[in-house]
């Protein structure tokens, strides 16, 4: 079995942590054989594309990793505000996993306590009205605002180098005008970004006691089927444009997330059809 994490830089990385990390995973089962991650980084950032342009970029990456992967998670929520049938139906045989998708099931399921939330996102993911839509079907009670964040991701990737408390610390005006744009009491914020855990130090310091939801914690119960092996699992990491700057990204992530450190040995680049150099 081999899967694929998709993503426009390193965001995604936080959800194949939270995959690679699940130490309460039983290996009853073979472990998977490979793991592929795929950074745009020629495309990034997604957050201010059209949805025209975001479906195109979609498409061309899945194109290119269906021949490497038998399942395909986006780990991006920009990429899963798109997911449709249509786009499904493309690659019948790759099962593709959408985190918002996955978020509002699991809401229902197991946050049937929480009455208010406000979804921080890209431009992109706002605009489509993709979280509050599935929300409000898997929860039609639920109140839901949404708030988009333009500035969040080319601030993490631009300043990621610099670590992880400096990071918090550029951020904070930045948060603290988000913060000022919610208009409801909200019993919590779910990253609609996969990029935004990287700021929960931020967040915390001036919301401390707001629950904080990670989608990727949903994601990683629908591939609970799956098994990672630090010994028997293979991770290569592509970049859609220079692979050099992928690692310094990753060098950069090493001592926050434990994934950072398996993405390292392979970073390959990536001739995706359509993309931007």
């Not at 499904?88 to 099962?95: C, D, G, L």
Request: glycine share 4%; aromatic share 6%; hydrophobic share 40%.
């Amino acid at each position: 079995m081999k899967i694929a994490f998709l993503d426009s830089g390193v965001g995604g990385l936080t959800v194949l942590n939270s995959f690679v990390d699940d130490s309460k995973k039983a290996f009853d089962s073979e472990p998977i054989s490979e793991i592929t991650y795929l950074a745009d980084l020629a495309n990034l950032p997604y957050g201010g594309k059209s949805q025209e342009e975001l479906k195109l970029i979609l498409l061309n990456n899945l194109q290119w990793l269906q021949s490497r992967a038998d399942s395909v998670v986006l780990a991006c929520n920009t990429s899963s505000a798109i997911l449709d049938s249509e786009i499904e139906r493309q690659f019948p045989n790759v099962k593709i996993y959408g985190l918002i998708q996955a978020f509002a099931k699991d809401l229902a399921l197991n946050h049937k306590n929480l009455k208010k939330l406000v979804v921080l996102s890209t431009r992109a993911t706002h605009n489509s009205g993709a979280y509050i839509n599935m929300l409000k079907q898997s929860r039609p009670d639920l109140e839901v605002q949404s708030v988009p964040c333009p500035e969040w991701v080319p601030l993490i990737e631009d300043n990621l180098s610099k670590g992880y408390e400096p990071l918090q610390e550029l951020a904070e005006e930045s948060v603290k005008k988000i913060i000022n744009q919610i208009e409801i009491e909200a019993d919590a914020l779910v990253f609609g970004c996969t990029h935004y855990p990287l700021l929960k130090g931020a967040i915390k310091k001036l919301l401390p006691k707001v629950l904080l939801l990670d989608p990727a914690d949903s994601i990683r119960k629908e591939l609970s089927e799956f098994v990672f092996s630090p010994t028997q699992t293979s991770i290569t990491t592509y970049s859609s444009s220079n692979e050099e700057v992928l690692k310094d990204k990753l060098k950069s992530l090493d001592k926050i997330l434990l994934c950072a450190k398996y993405c390292q040995n392979k970073v390959k680049a990536a001739q995706i059809i359509g993309a931007k150099a």
